[in-house]
């Protein structure tokens, strides 16, 4: 089975396990490699479904703490449902009202996905080989996202401290967007 499929699968499970107990809507805001697989034809794997927690907590607190018992990490499932605290990796002000809703495999779970100059900013503080691939293939296909990433500041963020180590890495993907570098 493809990752992508695992990845519905786990999404179908969590909409038909809500729909069960009569529990839901859950807003599910996906955070990295998993909406790329999903929504952006990324090839490869990921180990879990990241989603923002304040926003899957503060939709329904009861469907929330199923999810998390019955498809958490300590459920031994895979993939598993990761709820990421909101401020890690660091998300700008405004991620949620940029945020785009995405068909769902259920009535009891709402879907949503990072705008892409957003999510190549959660991308910019860990900077791994694989945060780095992630970013190639954003850029690659939506090379419009530029405008949008340049306009990114330190004013965007509660934790300004992160910023300072983020920016040049910022300004290495608008160089690769540009052609002036040809890897991140």
């Not at 479904?49 to 329904?60: K, T």
């Not at 945020?99 to 900077?127: F, G, N, Q, Y």
């Amino acid at each position: 089975m493809s990752m992508q499929a695992e990845l519905e699968a786990l999404l179908l499970e969590m909409g038909t396990l809500l729909e069960a107990r009569g529990l839901g809507p859950a807003d599910l805001y996906l955070l990295g490699g998993c909406s790329l697989i999903l929504y952006e034809g990324r090839v490869g794997a990921t180990k879990d479904l990241d989603v923002v927690e304040e926003r899957l907590r503060g939709s329904d607190a009861e469907a929330a703490a199923v999810l998390i018992e019955a498809c958490g990490k300590a459920s031994g499932r895979a993939p598993y449902l990761d709820p990421v605290p909101g401020g890690l990796p660091p998300l700008p002000l405004g991620w949620s009202g940029r945020a785009v809703r995405r068909p769902s495999p259920s009535d009891a779970i709402r879907l949503w996905t990072l705008d892409l100059a957003d999510l190549i900013i959660t991308k910019l503080r860990r900077w791994h080989p694989r945060d780095r691939a992630d970013v190639r293939h954003v850029c690659d296909r939506h090379p419009d996202v530029r405008d949008r990433l340049a306009s990114v500041s330190v004013n965007d963020f509660f934790e300004v401290d992160w910023w300072e180590e983020m920016e040049p890495r910022r300004d290495r993907v608008l160089a690769y967007l540009d052609g002036r570098v040809d890897e991140l």
